[in-house]
């Protein structure tokens, strides 16, 4: 049986994936380290909490004891790594936690996963590690940076971040890229579009439109609205990532994402549409500071390789989306955004 750890598994992306692999798999074993906060929720896993291969522990992966411990306690095949902090507006505020989390935290699992999975080097002293050990490092398409109105952004174009979140995320990037090149240590990373889907925490685009909405609030957006995103599904999102941790090529990255770019303008009136409320609700504020214009992925490499590609239209995932929330008035009621 493998054993995984999944990191920030209490959070949106990372217990969607945690219910897609205990559903899909009946030969694995997953511990979930999630530190709970704000945008941690053990409601989202309310499903598999008593499942016999679910183990969930409390705990920052910033802090190496912790870390070790559990590596030696479990004995991981693979390490998932979701746990960050990953609200920009946040990150414009104090991008401290926004590095111990991301890029510390980040470099902490990497080193303990080099000492567990040791073991003895070549002839040459070239680090080598057992059988079947993997390190999929969760990042996003902001580590790009901003693109025109024209192309997408490969695997292989430069790294050009423009908020202190994209930068911390970029530099955890550079790190597992480091640990692959200097240690050998067989890690891949996944770097995906603006997910959406049921259960994300409403300080994100979608749901905090959806919850006003729903509350006959107004809906604030930024500038002129015309900022444009490639929208995932968080389902499909979670089996891309299944599909790299298990098939992908050690030391590369892959882009995850559903060639469905949206202008932030055209998401939220599809959402009022949705719900029959007025577009009067909508009204602008000043812009976000270093607000990228466009992201979009080329996600071809995954398709090409692993034979992934996503599969939920973006008009019916959000229709569920929005149903979700109107359904789980007592999921944001209680702790994660009823309050706003």
Known sequence: MKSILVTGGAGFIGSHFIKILLSRHDDLKLINLDALTYAGNPANLKEVAHHPAYHFVEGNIADPELVKDLFEAHDFDYVVNFAAESHVDR??????????????????????????????????????????????????????????????????????????????????????????????????????????????????????????????KSLPVYGDGQQVRDWIHVRDHCLGIERVLFRGRPGEVYNIGAVNERKNIEVIELILKILGEETSLITTVQDRLGHDRRYALDSQKITDELGWSPQVPFEAGLEETVAWYENHPDWWLAGSGGKD
């Open 91 to 216: 990150s414009i505020d104090d991008a401290g936690i926004f590095v111990q989390t991301n890029v510390a935290g980040t470099q902490i699992l990497l080193d303990a996963a080099r000492a567990a999975w040791s073991v003895p080097g070549d002839a040459r002293g070239v680090p080598r590690y057992r059988d079947g050990v993997g390190f999929l490092q969760i990042s996003t398409d902001e580590v790009y940076g901003t693109l025109g109105s024209r192309g997408r952004f490969k695997e292989t174009s430069p790294l050009a971040p423009n908020s202190p979140y994209a930068a911390s995320k970029a530099a955890a990037d550079m790190m597992a890229r480091a640990y692959f090149n200097t240690y050998n240590l067989p890690v891949m990373v996944t770097r995906s579009s603006n997910n959406y889907g049921p259960g994300q925490y409403p300080e994100k685009l979608i749901p905090l439109m959806i919850l006003r909405a729903l509350k006959k």
